[in-house]
């Protein structure tokens, strides 16, 4: 018998990583879906690639879509990434890097990926503690989601199956989150969270990402294997 199938939403960054790992840890089969949506750069994309055959993914899809056609955030248009930001700076409001509606399209096209693959488990790595201004990582639009989903595929319609989001990190802080996936066994330097590289390939160290993820790994008392500018 074929093992349980599951879609695990994988931007190549440590939470969606971690993420594929859990999936990977319960037993699924996993197929990762990653999106060229035209984000500033394509580093996050070259983590996914490497972290997907690094977890053994079966099948490992990238789909095309252009968000900068639509632009609105500072990772798909013209507008400067934040540096240097305070932990109340960065949890006050929705920050700049937020790409409209990116977790309702990811989601979406990860439904219907798992309805051809008749699967009925997604994985995404949100999380609601320190990315509490994206007001798609909390539990309450998650559990929207999922309801729609049961309303919107025919499995769902049919009963033959109920789908179900997993968010196995969104109650986690970041120190949890790098501990939980490096006791799975990831290489964590094969990850990458920069929302703006530096020209020598080092992660900047100061955009929101960068500062969340250093706190993580300092938190956990473990070394961050990624190069980062200072
Ligand atoms: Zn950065």
């Known amino acids: 018998m074929a093992g349980r199938r599951a879609v695990v939403l994988l931007s190549g960054g440590l939470d969606s990583t971690t993420a594929l790992a859990v999936a990977r840890d319960e037993g699924f089969e996993c197929y ?6 035209g984000q500033r750069h394509d580093r996050e994309l070259e983590s996914a690639h490497r972290v997907a055959d690094a977890l053994g993914a079966k099948q490992h899809l990238v789909l095309r879509l252009d968000l900068r056609a639509i632009g609105g955030s500072a990772l798909t248009a013209d507008i ?12 006050s409001g929705i920050p700049v890097t937020y790409v409209p509606a990116r ?17 009925s488990d997604i994985f995404i790595g949100v999380n609601a503690l320190d990315y509490s201004g994206y007001p798609d990582c909390r539990p309450e639009y998650i559990e929207a989601f999922e309801r729609m989903a049961n309303l919107a595929t025919r499995a769902g319609v049919e009963g033959a199956m109920r789908l179900r989001i997993h968010t196995p990190l969104i109650n986690l802080s970041k120190a949890q989150i790098v501990l939980r996936g490096s006791g799975l066994g990831v290489d964590l330097g094969l990850t990458w969270s920069c929302y703006e590289p530096q020209p020598n390939g ?19 008392g473990l070394r961050d294997p990624v190069p980062t500018a200072r």
């Open 32 to 37: 990762a879906l990653s999106f060229d949506y």
């Open 202 to 220: 080092r992660a900047c160290g100061r955009c929101d990402s960068c500062l969340l993820r250093r706190k993580g790994f300092s938190e956990a």
């Open 103 to 119: 977790n309702t399209i990811f989601l979406s096209h990860a439904l219907a990926w798992a309805e051809v693959l008749e699967s």
């Open 80 to 91: 400067p990434v934040p540096k240097s930001r305070s932990e109340s700076e960065m949890s």
